[in-house]
């Protein structure tokens, strides 16, 4: 249904293009108002006007904060400025990740895991905290979070980012298990997906990079994006505290490699 959302209201962070962007547009067209973060001023205002152009529906729909999700000012501007201008704040989808370091964890800059892990998982807590008193502590919600099959299988190249996702996921059970019965929080895991955030994955070798999964391609935002707006919509009403794979059907082949 596309009305799955009407009358309320998301925050999407890191949303200016990718999965993110993705599951800004498909909570629009399923009737939500929403909030897309992203560092970078102009290109968050100029993704939330074409999200608002693409969904067919009003600007004012569609609210820019860019900021970094590692600033804690940034992260209680989105949420003040999310409720002040559509009246609550029903989902939050912490889509923001960073990715700096790859090859052997024992050649890692710790400065930079320390960054991944700021970004990935403790600006993902911030998020969580600053809705839970703003709206949802009262009114209810549901949190999504967005992991990645890297943490939940070694891969042997991207190690620090996968440690960071699979903190994530624990971090996921912990909240459902302490938010709940109000507010539901669950998180999905990409394999692979055709973004500028993963090109360095499949750019020249795609048909090589899909062989090992079964549904022999990678995946798109939009497969990401429907299954967040399901986690988040009320046809969910019973599922807390999991992490839903959405990898073509990559780990069903035991492998990352």
Known sequence: MTSDFTGRAALVTGASRGIGHGIALELLTRGASVTITSRK??????????????????????????????????????????????GRLDVLVNNTGINPVFGPLVDADLDAVRKI???????????????????????GGAVVNIASVGGLRSTGVIGAYGASKAAL???????????????????????????????????????????????????????VARLVAFLASDGAEWITGETVRVDGGLLATGTLG
């Open 117 to 139: 892990f700021d970004v990935n998982v403790v600006a993902a807590l911030g998020f969580v905290q600053l809705a839970w008193k703003a709206w949802m502590r009262e009114h």
């Open 169 to 223: 996921i624990r971090l996921t059970e912990e909240l459902a298990w302490q938010l709940g019965p109000k507010v539901r929080v669950n998180a999905v895991a990409p394999a692979v997906v055709k973004t500028r955030f993963a090109e360095a994955l499949y750019t020249g070798r795609e048909e090589e990079a899909s062989a090992g999964y079964p549904m022999k391609r990678l995946g798109t935002p939009e497969d």
């Open 41 to 86: 001023a102009e290109a968050v205002t100029a993704a939330a006007e074409g999200l608002a152009a693409t969904a067919g529906v009003a600007p004012e729909r569609v609210l820019a904060v860019p900021g970094n999700a590692g600033d804690a000012e940034h992260r209680a501007r989105a949420v003040e400025a999310t409720v002040e201008r559509f």
